[in-house]
């Protein structure tokens, strides 16, 4: 069969999509659509141009016998600040307000279209670096996790307060929480991780830390590195952190019951260098 070169950018296009950060090699589209190198070259042209145009993302092409295209997606600056101010605008309704001053944001972390665009804000500042999995613990950060590792093409891996017997065997450590001061345990099947892999951590939501820091420890089990931390809301606290080297979207300063109040403002994501 032989594609007209409009079918062949609509396909070619939807497979990049689809397969972020991975080197795909040019004879396999020339194999797939019965074309000649020099035009999968010429298609994949006009599919940069317009991926680098309306800010999609970029296609990096690797010279050699054993190059090929890689599409690597990204996030304008104005794109990030439009998603931090739908947050804030949604996190600030007074009716997310919870007994004991906490938030209601299973709504936002369960929306596909938000946390996909979450997911590629957080992608977006590691898409240089080598990640090779991402992190966090059950149950509310899943849907971030899993967002950023589509837009980063790795696995996920998720870490539990108790152990499970479809988990097999696994890995335990206790952790001081961090805003409780208490004792808490993390549980990681050993199948989970192999040793030397760099991980990104993520969670919904940050006060001090101490969650955070049990992920850290529980890398250091698996011999594995941190890559960095990825936060969608962080709570501004008087005292100090057991993480400082992080990254946020929205940052929660106070919140008033009695007045049914909640203030917000932008996170640190502009202010950290990358």
């Known amino acids: 069969m032989k ?3 409009s079918e062949r950018l ?6 990049l999509l689809e397969h972020p950060h991975q080197l795909i090699p040019l004879t396999y589209f020339a194999e797939l659509y019965n074309s000649a190198k020099s035009s999968i070259s010429e298609d994949l042209a006009i599919v940069k141009g317009t991926f680098e145009e309306r800010g999609i993302g970029e296609l ?6 054993s190059g090929g295209v890689k599409y690597i ?3 304008s600056d104005d794109e990030v600040r439009e998603i931090i101010q739908i947050l804030i605008s949604e996190l600030s309704k007074s009716d997310r307000l919870l007994p004991g001053g906490y938030l209601f944001m299973t709504d936002l972390l369960g929306n596909p279209s938000i946390m996909n665009r979450v997911g590629k804000v957080f992608a977006n500042i590691f898409k240089d670096q080598q990640i090779d999995a991402i992190m966090t613990v059950a149950t509310k950060g899943i849907s971030i996790a899993h967002a950023i590792a589509r837009h980063l093409n790795v696995p996920v891996v998720v870490v539990r307060r108790d152990s499970k017997v479809t988990e097999g065997s696994t890995v335990s450590i206790n952790y001081v929480s961090g805003s409780s001061r ?4 993390m549980v990681l099947s050993k199948r989970s991780m192999k040793s ?7 969670d919904d939501f940050m006060k001090v830390g101490g969650t955070m820091n049990g992920m850290k420890n ?14 969608l809301v962080e709570a501004e606290h008087a005292g100090e952190t057991l993480v400082d080297d992080y990254y946020s979207l929205v940052k929660l300063h106070s919140v008033n019951e009695k007045e049914r109040t909640i203030q917000l403002s932008e996170g640190n994501y502009f202010s950290k260098e990358r």
């Open 196 to 202: 030397g892999q760099r991980v990104l951590i993520t």
């Open 10 to 15: 609509v396909d070619m296009t939807h497979y």
């Open 60 to 65: 990096v092409t690797i010279p050699g016998a």
């Open 218 to 231: 529980l890398l250091e089990e698996f011999d594995c590195t941190l890559a960095g931390i990825a936060v």
């Open 182 to 185: 208490r004792i808490q345990t």
């Open 3 to 5: 594609w007209k070169r």
């Open 73 to 75: 997606p990204t996030v």
